[in-house]
């Protein structure tokens, strides 16, 4: 695989988006897991929010059938779930050619990681070649909503911020120089978002999935295999 891309795909039918939207101050990330089948199992890892109401959306899912909770750090707690529907039964009516996506998804396109958001999912992974890339993006742009962040072969130079955009960098930085992270805290939520001249619940976001981040690269690297 020779392209890497991060993108963010708008579509409300993806997996587990229902969840993300019922539990907003809960950042999740989700593995698929392509070999059983036609409802490949999800690998949850939610990290924030309630546990009890991330789990009760869990419930409610109609995309969701049973699930279990499979490790905890902290507050962070990662979960299998056997699909409610296969693909073609949850993105058949939104996709125009779904047998494409399965194509690219399982030979020519690489998913590295699914952040899932309220109104769809961003993604980072690999593609073959250029045209693969291609074919992929426009599947998305004439079914829903894509916006391409970045786009590099392989051997081009990573960004500065160990896997941070440059949003969440920044707002890192403003509320740690602020103090939002001391103890007692100097400055508010509401103050940093005004600092960076955007939405109390925005800033929330990036601090979020900033964190994430940090968590995935650092501690959840330690937690033990899991159960096959």
Sequence with gaps: MGLFAEFEIRCDALPLVGVAAAVPDASLTLELQFNHGDRPLFLVTATGGSPAAFESALDDAFDVGEWFRIGRAGDTRRYQAIPALSLEEQLGDRLDDLADLEALATAEAIVERIEVETDGWRQTGWFAD?????????????????ELHRLARDGDPEPPGDGLTDRQHEALRTAYELGYFEIPRRTSLREVAEELGVSASSTSERLRRAQTE???????????????
């Design 130 to 146: 250029r045209a693969a890339f291609d074919e992929f993006a426009t599947l998305w742009r004439r079914n829903a909503g894509f």
């Design 214 to 228: 940090i968590i995935e690269k650092t501690v959840a690297t330690t937690w033990p295999p899991l159960p096959e």
